[in-house]
């Protein structure tokens, strides 16, 4: 297993960078903030990265996609990451694609999944019932009704939500909260009778909505899997979202740290640059280190979804507990070595930093993936 990447990779990554330079940079971010902006993200700058092919990358060439594989798309995330860039490509494109692929029908797939390469739908997952992730507790309940299922209850933090032209429900068709079995999967219209969408925002400016469903009927046919049977495609998709989040968060973790380098050369002190100073050249080469050990495990987890499936949720698991600790390590060093400066809003650092508390959340925290390694692990 290769830890470096090949030449179309490192072209990929550097047609990225390049791109979001030029077209979403950090302000881009502060300006949807500060204006409020409806969606949340710039839609022609959507429709750009769709053309660029990036919400296709993983998918299968026979529902429109590129099948460049998930190292590959990995790398576009690492660069997003570096410009905290607005998007739907993590909900919709990671996400939204992973269900459908691997719950959908072949129907669903057909119809599904090519507008979802093309950019043309988006998809968010209502998964979470609190602000701790766990799956298993879903309690949201669908009962069934002839050939409907009648969904009630809540979801917050659902990602990109409030913008979603499709969400993937779970929700709890048998068993108690904790049990893994007893989940299903259902494919909502946001426009269904009953269905009320709420925008939340947090302060890391990604997109989030809170949904209530009352008493909204579906049809079974929208259950993507079986009735019951909806834990092991929500992993599966879920653990795909988490690397892709982890290779975002070394972005981010990445750029905040080229950016406290070139303070510490250029910011004096006592008539001297304060990257002269030795405590800060040790705190620095520290960095530089954990950069280097954690790149080389990011790199494994994304190359296992192509190659050695199997280890996918032990690597996924490795790797978002090991970037949520290198992302909170990055934003605290560069806050602290900026000085003061460092934790208001005219820094970029800041926005950082806020992204990084929250990134730690989503889709797990060190503890949750730390339990779920030992138990995969087998104690």
């Known amino acids: 297993m290769a830890l470096v990447l090949n030449e179309e990779q490192r072209f990929l990554r550097d047609t990225a960078r390049d791109f979001l330079a030029v077209n979403a940079p950090v302000n881009a971010l502060r300006a949807l903030r500060d204006n409020r902006d409806e969606t949340g993200f710039s839609l022609p700058l959507w429709q ?6 990036w919400p296709a990358i993983a998918l299968p060439e026979e529902y429109g996609g590129l099948d460049f594989g998930f190292l590959g798309l990995g790398v576009v995330f690492e660069e997003t990451g570096r410009t905290l860039t607005a998007s739907p490509l993590l909900a919709s494109s990671v996400l939204g694609a992973s269900l459908i692929n691997a719950g959908g029908t072949d129907e669903q797939k057909s119809n599904l999944l090519p507008e979802l390469a093309a950019g043309e739908l988006t998809l968010a997952l209502a998964l979470e019932e609190s602000h ?35 969400l993937a429900v779970v929700t709890r068709t048998s068993g108690q909260r904790g049990d893994q079995a007893g989940l299903t999967i259902v494919l909502v219209s946001p426009n269904a009778h009953g269905v009320t969408r709420r925008r939340t925002s947090l302060m890391d400016s990604r997109n989030y909505a809170e949904i209530e469903f009352d008493q909204v009927r579906v049809s079974t046919t929208a259950c993507l899997g079986e009735t019951d049977q909806g834990w092991e495609i929500l992993e599966a998709a879920l653990d795909r979202a988490r690397l892709a989040l982890a290779a975002e968060m070394y972005g981010g973790a990445l750029e905040c740290f080229d950016r406290t380098l070139e303070y510490l050369k250029e910011r004096e002190q006592f008539g001297v640059k304060i990257g002269s100073f030795q405590a800060l050249q040790h705190r620095i080469a520290h960095l530089h280190t954990e950069l280097e050990l954690n790149r080389s495990v990011l790199l494994q987890a994304l190359s296992v979804v192509d190659e050695n499936p199997q280890q996918l949720p032990m690597m996924a698991s490795m790797a978002k507990a090991r970037m949520n600790e ?28 806020k992204r990084a508390r929250v990134a730690v959340q989503l889709f797990g925290d060190t503890g949750y993936h730390q339990r779920r390694f030992a138990t995969l692990s087998g104690f």
Not at 48 to 53: C, D, F, H, R, T
Not at 147 to 166: F, P, Q, R, T
Not at 329 to 351: F, K, S
């Open 48 to 53: 750009q990265m769709a053309e660029l092919g």
């Open 132 to 166: 701790h992730h766990d799956p298993a507790a879903t309690m949201m309940s669908a009962q069934r009704d002839g050939e409907h299922l009648i969904l009630e209850g809540k979801k917050v933090i659902v990602m990109d939500g409030h913008s979603a032209n499709l």
């Open 326 to 353: 290198l992302y909170l390590l990055m934003t605290d060093e560069a806050v602290q070595m900026h000085g003061g400066i460092g934790v208001t809003d005219e820094l970029d650092i800041g926005l950082f930093l």
